[in-house]
């Protein structure tokens, strides 16, 4: 079982987040109050803590949120990047459907010109929520497939 490190939201997109305490992720919403949120397929993003750590031991300073990451997620058991769009996280009485695994950046972003990479594109997933709830760092998220 893997664990929610960390929960970063912003109001637009393309910016880095900022961690924060929790939040409600809405059905067929996304997170309250995150600029991803909408009626689309990318309403949550998801970064492997250990993604993170690997791009700080070559050398970046970077903080949660720093790729435009929604949730940290630590020791799911497997690269986020291999799950199957279709798959289903559940993070306590939360479940998430996974939509899409990287992306295509056209340009770079805030993101890029201030650490001189991004991460998300290649190694984050997005999802959207089936059934939302409130969520705080340390809750549990397992394949619920």
């Keep these: 079982m893997g664990v929610v490190k960390a929960i970063c939201i ?8 900022q961690e924060v305490p ?3 992720l809405a059905e067929n919403w996304g997170i309250e109050g995150d600029a991803h949120a909408g009626n689309w397929h990318r309403q949550v993003s998801l970064l492997a803590f250990e993604e993170i750590e690997d791009f700080r031991a070559r050398g970046a300073n970077v903080d949660f949120g720093a ?3 929604n949730l940290i997620v630590e020791g799911i058991g ?18 998430l459907e996974v939509t899409q695994i990287g992306k ?18 290649r190694e984050g ?3 959207r929520v089936l059934r939302g ?3 705080r760092p340390g809750a549990p998220i397992v394949i619920a497939d």
């Design 10 to 17: 912003s109001e637009r997109k393309g910016t880095a987040k």
């Design 22 to 24: 929790e939040v409600y």
């Design 67 to 69: 790729f435009g990451e």
């Design 78 to 95: 497997t690269p986020l990047k291999v799950l199957p769009v279709g798959t289903h996280l559940q993070l306590g009485d939360i479940l």
């Design 104 to 121: 295509k950046c056209h340009d770079h972003c805030a993101i890029y010109d201030a650490v001189g990479d991004c991460i998300m594109p």
């Design 125 to 127: 997933i997005f999802a």
């Design 133 to 135: 709830g409130e969520l």
